[in-house]
């Protein structure tokens, strides 16, 4: 049995007697069989024998179940990882990173608080997945659409404010954030913006309240716990447009993302667009090394066969007028500047039948798909999703300088997926394969992976999202003045969590009684 | 070996839970636990990424949607429920309580062969 840093079994035999105290004795789990559930069944770390391993897991039903188990983590000093349903497959799933962490699971705490139709917002608990909430809606028969990545299994407070990414008009997930209640590690329940204003009304309405705008600490955070949080909802649009955009050549990518960029940036495309490469992304393919191409279409060899080009998905929503011309003005642009594009589009009008939609339609009118869980092989590789200029031109430059590097370790990198869910910035994803056994390929991979991190540091790019085993590594690129953002974020964490017990390590940020020793 | 030490261990909620609800009730609840949180994925129809899945791995020889099969054993839906197997991850208990993977279990068995 692993137990936590620096405590002796008997000690942490008391705490899991507190911890039962709290949150009753089958919310505490211990045995092999249920810490198993609770591994990242798709880590890189597994092979290399470095995958952290879950002391305990704890599942408290409420706030002040919350506040019991961090007092006792706070009493024993146990660290602790916070996951909601354990879905972030990719970055981690529900893995900590310091062995011997205790796995507080919020999955019992899964109510849905408030659907205001009038308002369009819902105030949810951390165990509500988008799937609840959909079904949910529909039950009560509400004219709203919720927004989300897929598959819609995974937790609507996760996935937000692990700044996520979703496929309709409310893609930039993080965006429709409204509102947080969070216990801070020391056990104080706050609540932000006009939830702080005892009578208010407009909890889920007005984001900023007074004062500044602290939301944005609880987001990819190891500060606290949210609790309960706002998520803005889409009234149902009388007509919707699922559209895909077909350039035939590798270079097409670059007037294809100078045309998309003004599109995105004024609305005229509402939606998260994406695009990806035909030559493959994380759908047709995965992190593993023999199971298809892994995300960003790097095959191990040369390119695979197929058309080369790119395509991208598109939703238009609103009047049924507004959204044909903005589609016919956006297949205008496209043509006038790209030979031989294809364009493919289905137009939908309320009352809206699912079973009569595209899985890729649905993806972009918020309905839950299912059919693209099996296709998404997880694998065991690292992704690195960057930050990259909205511009054809530097997209390329982006695409050929990973490429070059990529042929040193005699692998290739054909570019894309990309999500434009925030409108002025390309969010692009690259990676590494890895295996779920073989310790010499994951030892290579991880080579490649750290230079890739020091390659994309030199080059400006950051990463929005890191996975577990590299946040240190991705949090290296923000060095500016000497790195005194990381120093700004390890004041703030040391002052509101003193004992160092939320996620240590949670991106490249350590409390003070780990600090030693980290690079 | 998992499977056999998860039987063992819960062959007692097993019976505690048959004997307070009776069969047909456990069925019942099986199928609206099943309802809830499998059939967006296993169920009948188009864009079922389970069914899809279960279809193009035995070519029509057992129904690919879950709810028609007869040869679903209890160790083997617990397994598939709790432990990793390619394209499904596991299912926690904070997810789908034991009472409640019972009552699926009675669900799935229940035009099974004697």
Redesign the interface.
């Known amino acids: 049995m692993t137990i936590p840093p620096g405590l002796s079994q008997s000690q942490f035999d008391d705490a899991l007697a507190e911890f039962r105290g709290v949150v009753g004795n089958d ?1 505490v ?1 211990t045995i092999e ?2 810490i ?3 591994r990242d ?1 798709s880590s890189p770390l597994t092979a290399l024998g470095e995958q952290a391993i879950p002391s305990a897991a704890v ?1 408290p039903e409420n706030v002040e179940g919350v506040q019991g188990v961090l007092r006792v983590c706070n009493d024993y000093r146990i660290p602790i990882w916070i996951i909601s ?3 972030n ?1 990719t970055y981690g ?1 529900p893995d900590a990173i310091v062995n011997g962490s205790v796995i507080l ?1 919020l ?2 705490m899964n109510r849905i608080l408030e659907i205001n139709e009038e308002q369009a917002y819902a105030l949810v608990e951390p ?1 509500v997945s988008q ?1 609840d909430l959909w ?1 949910e809606i529909q039950r009560r028969g509400m004219k709203l659409w919720i927004d989300g990545p897929s ?1 819609a299994y995974s937790s609507i407070i996760a996935n937000t404010i692990e700044r996520g990414v979703g496929y309709g008009p409310l893609g930039e997930r993080i965006n429709a954030q409204c509102g947080m209640e969070v216990v801070l590690a020391t056990g104080e329940v706050v609540r932000t913006g006009m939830g702080a204003v005892a009578n208010s009304e407009t909890w889920q309405q007005y984001k900023y309240g007074l004062g500044p705008w602290v939301d944005g600490l609880f987001s990819q955070t190891s500060l606290g716990v949210v609790t309960k949080m706002g998520i803005w909802l889409y009234p149902e649009p009388p007509a919707f447009r699922s559209a895909e955009v077909y350039v035939p050549n590798h270079e097409d990518i670059v007037p294809m993302l100078d045309v998309l960029r003004p599109l995105r940036i004024s609305n005229v495309i509402p939606n998260s667009a994406s695009a990806s490469t035909n030559r493959g992304g994380p759908v047709e393919g995965g992190f593993g090394p023999g199971g298809g191409m892994p995300p960003g279409g790097m095959a191990p060899g040369g390119p695979p066969p197929g058309p080369p080009g790119w395509r991208c998905r598109l939703g238009y929503y609103g009047y049924e007028r507004v959204v044909d011309t903005n589609w016919e003005q956006t297949q205008d642009e496209f043509a006038s500047v790209i030979d031989n594009c294809q364009f493919v589009s289905e137009r939908y009008t309320a009352p809206y039948n699912p ?1 009569e939609m595209l ?1 890729e339609s ?1 993806l972009a009118a918020g309905i ?8 998404w092989n997880h694998g065991n590789g690292w992704a690195a999703s960057m930050v990259v200029p909205f511009s054809g031109r530097k997209y390329w430059e982006f695409l050929e300088t990973i490429d070059a590097f990529n042929r040193q370790f005699g692998r290739r990198y054909f570019g894309g997926p990309l999500h434009m869910h925030s409108p002025h910035a390309l969010i692009a994803l690259a990676g590494v394969p890895g295996s779920a056994t073989d310790r010499d390929f994951n030892e290579r991979s991880r080579e490649q992976i750290v230079q890739l991190h020091q390659l994309a540091r030199e080059n400006g790019w950051g990463e929005y999202r890191a996975p577990l085993s590299m946040m240190s590594e991705a949090m290296a690129a923000y060095d500016w003045n000497d790195a005194a953002l990381l120093r700004f974020n390890e004041r703030i964490k040391d002052a509101l969590d003193p004992n160092g017990i939320i996620a240590p390590g949670k991106n490249g940020i350590w409390p003070a009684r780990m600090r030693e020793g980290q690079a | 070996m ?1 499977i056999l ?2 039987l063992s ?1 819960f062959a007692a909620v097993v019976f505690v839970v048959s004997a307070a609800l009776g069969q047909d009730d456990l069925v019942a609840q099986g199928r609206e636990v099943y309802m ?1 949180r499998c059939e ?2 296993h169920g009948p ?6 069914t ?2 279960l279809q193009l791995r035995y070519q029509g020889a057992v129904p690919g949607v879950l709810a028609e099969r007869t040869n679903l054993t209890p160790e083997y839906i617990r397994a598939v429920v ?3 197997t ?10 789908v309580s034991e009472q409640d993977l019972e009552a699926v279990i009675a669900y799935l068995t229940r035009y099974n062969e004697p």
């Open positions: 919310w789990f069989e249920h198993e559930m609770y069944t599942a349903t354990g879905k497959y799933g699971d999955k019992r165990g799937y079904i598959p079973d899985s649905k839950p798909s299912f059919q693209e869980i099996p296709l | 998992r030490s998860w261990g809830g967006y994925c129809g188009p864009q079922k990424g389970g899809m899945t709790r432990t990793a390619p394209g499904m991850t596991p299912i926690r208990i904070t997810e």
